[in-house]
């Protein structure tokens, strides 16, 4: 699997940028309170039902379907939705998806052009969100790491747990730090994605110390931030260091590199 890079800050959703992105007969923002639920057993039979549905609708187009999310968790508490990733050759071309997935019973509610082209379809009664995204996305390889992680990792499932019925008490109506949206995991939770590439020996290593890069304490950049792999800066707006080297900038750093003072 490639690596991907870190994720960014959260998507913008300020102002009108979230209606902008809704489309259909759907809220700009989450209206009713998050629940979390108990691990369902019945999650991985409901999912593989839905992964039929979709690839009979779309035949080849369909290039992956997985069950991402916390409901593919085996053990992990989560809100009683589904999230699957569907990856088609192009999200930008709908007329090629939308139309024989709607016929299948999923209504195309998300469109982030400026978010890896993202679109988002809910069933009827919410009780899925088809996500998709073209082939190799950074996203959807974020998906799966942490995904896999998590299934094999059982004290970090249960820290993961814990920290979304904090920030669902938190952020009922999923305001703040629960967006964006449900679109994306990772800026929800960036220290167990971090955890999973670094478990994984996926996080990116400081050439010098040989140390996975370390989460900094603010926005301001210390010692050795690291941007790339593809010049990712921020890891949920705060620098991505290392924290352990007391060296300064070295040679073999990868380019893109800023150091502290």
């Not at 109506?173 to 590439?197: C, E, Y």
């Not at 996080?203 to 926005?219: E, F, N």
């Not at 950049?221 to 941007?227: E, F, S």
């Not at 080297?245 to 990868?254: F, I, L, N």
Request: proline share 9%.
């Amino acid at each position: 699997m490639r690596i991907p890079p870190l994720p960014k800050a959260s998507l913008d959703l300020t102002g009108d940028k979230a209606a902008k992105r809704a489309v259909g007969n759907r809220p700009a923002n989450v209206t009713s309170p998050i629940t979390i639920d108990a691990y369902n057993p019945d999650w991985p039979a409901m999912f593989a039902k839905e992964e039929a549905a979709i690839r009979a609708a779309l035949g080849s187009r369909a290039l992956a379907v997985e069950h991402v999310g916390s409901t593919a968790v085996p053990g992990l508490a989560a809100k009683n939705r589904l999230d699957i990733d569907l990856i088609v050759a192009d999200p930008a071309d709908e007329d090629a998806y939308v139309p024989p997935l709607e016929a299948a019973g999923y209504f195309l509610r998300t469109r982030d052009t400026d978010w890896y082209q993202h679109r988002c379809l809910w069933t009827r009664d919410h009780g899925v969100n088809l996500h998709v995204f073209g082939p190799d996305c950074d996203e959807y390889l974020r998906h799966l790491i942490l995904r896999d992680w998590l299934r094999t990792h059982p004290e970090d499932r249960d820290r993961y747990a814990a920290e979304k019925h904090r920030i669902a008490q938190e952020h009922p109506h999923g305001h703040g730090a629960l967006r964006p949206g449900k679109d994306s995991h990772h800026h929800r939770h960036p220290q167990a994605l971090r955890t999973a590439l670094n478990g994984a020996n996926l996080l990116p290593r400081h050439p010098v110390c040989h140390r996975p890069a370390q989460l900094g304490s603010g926005p301001r950049p210390a010692r050795h931030v690291k941007r790339t792999l593809t010049q990712v800066r921020t890891l949920a707006g705060r620098a991505v260091v290392c924290s352990a080297c007391p060296s300064r900038w070295q040679a073999g750093w990868p380019t893109a590199t800023t150091h502290g003072p």
